[in-house]
């Protein structure tokens, strides 16, 4: 098929890029060697035993890329060619981030939904259940069947095309199905690659919870989700947003050992660049609650619309930040 075509066609350009060089031909790119993120050890989460959790709530967020504190996530952008794919030379976007890690195994991607199915059966969301996983040692590159099953997660098919392929003769090409009717043959859709720019937003779930060993309220992330406008074909061919939709999750504990070792912007000093495990960790994102943990398991949109699921999820931020403030009151 065209898109299978098209992978293989820009699959060489794919393997050279490996991230923002600090050095290139013993040239440093600046007054001095930026390496700190680049090789700093992961600092691990303190060890919480079920016995010090005195209470906890699990939430559910959405970091909307719109929003101007969330934008280093957001850019810079990439984009995808029917040749190469086209990053930033000195720092990558969350999306691209991911993207890479995940071609290449690092990352283990979980389907929102059950891969048989093809999205058409149960949505189990952020679930964890159903791994998309490479044979042993292989990747993006080297298995084709990994290959094609992340065709679902990292892009779509393009519209079918509408101009019939003709043969030597000029004379239509035609094909026999199973009932013996004959048909046109149409050249294969393309493949669109979701791209920085088609990621709308990252959802998060997390768990808030007080340790009493430590005297403190804590918060663990325990996936993450890139977020993409889920489009339809209306009458005319065109594509309409009918709403959001999340290509996979994956496990945040997981992606911190690759968020570790790459740079995130800082308008305000261009000395103090962290990384995006440290973006993650000193919670330096704007984001809402959409769902929390419940007796109907539903979310906030399911009862409150509007300005009201706003309220709602600032009321479920409050209730936490008062359950602290009360431990603390005498």
Known sequence: MKYLLSIFVFLPFLSIAQGPIPELNGIPNGSWMNTHIPTKRLIQYPAVSERDVLWSKRVWRAIDMRERINQPMYYPLDEVTELEWITNASRWSLWTIIRKHVMEGDLRVF??????????GAWDGDQLKYPVDPPHGENYYTDANFRSDLLYYLGRLGPQSDIPLVGDDGEPLLEEDENGLLSQVYDAPDTLWYESKDIVEYRLKEDWFFDKQRGEMDVRIIAIAPVVYDTQLDNVGNEQIVGKKELFWLYFPHCRYVFNNYFTYNDRN???WMSF?????????????????????????????GIDALYESERITNEMRTFEHDLWSY
């Open 270 to 272: 261009d000395s103090q």
């Open 111 to 120: 389907s929102p939904y059950n891969p048989v199915s093809y999205g058409l």
């Open 277 to 305: 495990d440290d973006l993650f960790w000193k919670r330096r994102f704007s984001s809402y609650i959409y769902k929390e943990s419940n007796t109907y398991d539903r979310p906030i949109e399911d009862y409150a619309h």
